[in-house]
């Protein structure tokens, strides 16, 4: 009962091996509970069900562990999971390990930001894991130390009220074996160009994909994650819940009287 509790979820599926690695590596810090999606939900950021039922299946249960899966999105997972799962209030909420990066305006898109925004709405200290390989058989076994280190950090200390962080990992050079050190930073502006693949069916009618390339658009700040992905570090963005633009007030205030 004295075992601190974590909610863990992603958007790569409960059956990823990225999740499956993260509960590995922190399955001694606390009692693990982890509802995830049936399957892949990339991109779908903070999106949740509300004109369709939900189902929730409980797929393994071991010492300390139980892994649900879900129906719905990212977010969906952590809503049911407060609501109808856990015995008490998680002490952390855990998004990922993502196969793939969530630097720059990804958070955005993520449906792993997804998870640990909405553990952050409740008020329960959340960080999201990514790693730049998108291969289902990606090697996470680098990213372990300092995922226990982090952990167990937030466990400890927990984080400032509206704040989740978005940590993520390089994929290391052929050759290295560990990381060239840490870099705490801000969110890279960058944008996604091309992001419409146009297609002819041979019944007669066009479909799309969403694709597309990303260009950062600062690729020389020294303090943005993409910069520290580039160059080898580890990227940790204290990402915030409230979005507004303090900066723009005074302008924008001077309307009420316009």
């Not at 939900?54 to 952590?78: A, F, N, Y």
């Not at 690729?219 to 160059?231: G, I, M």
Request: with cysteine; hydrophobic share 35%.
């Amino acid at each position: 009962m004295n075992r601190p509790l974590i909610l863990i979820s992603n958007d790569d599926g409960y059956q990823a091996k990225g999740i499956r690695c993260l509960v590995d590596m922190v399955k001694d810090l606390g009692n693990i509970i982890v509802c995830a999606p049936e399957g892949p939900r990339s991109g779908f950021a903070c999106a949740f069900s509300a004109t369709k039922p939900l189902t929730i299946t409980l797929r393994e249960e071991q010492p300390g562990v139980q892994i649900w899966s879900c129906s719905g999105t990212p977010v969906d997972c952590v809503k049911m999971a407060l609501h109808d799962i856990v015995p008490r209030r998680p002490d952390l909420v855990l998004g990922g390990i993502n196969h793939g990066d969530n630097g720059s305006v990804n958070t955005h898109y993520s449906g792993t930001m997804g998870v640990v925004m909405e553990g952050c709405m409740k008020y329960i200290p959340s960080v999201a894991y990514s790693l730049c390989d998108h291969h289902d058989d990606a090697d996470f076994e680098p990213l372990r130390p300092y995922i226990e280190k982090y952990t167990r950090l937030v466990l400890s200390q927990g984080l400032p009220k509206g704040v989740c962080l978005n940590i993520n990992f390089p994929l290391l050079a052929e050759g290295d074996s560990d990381y060239r050190g840490v870099k705490v930073c801000r969110m890279a502006f960058g944008t996604w160009s091309n992001e419409v693949t146009k297609c002819h069916h041979p019944r007669g009618y066009d479909y799309y994909w969403m694709v597309g390339h990303y260009e950062n658009d600062e690729p020389e700040a020294e303090d943005t994650d993409n910069w520290a992905l580039n160059h080898g570090y580890v990227a940790i963005t204290p990402t915030h819940m409230d979005v507004t633009a303090y900066e723009a007030i005074p302008q924008i205030k001077k309307w009420e009287t316009a």
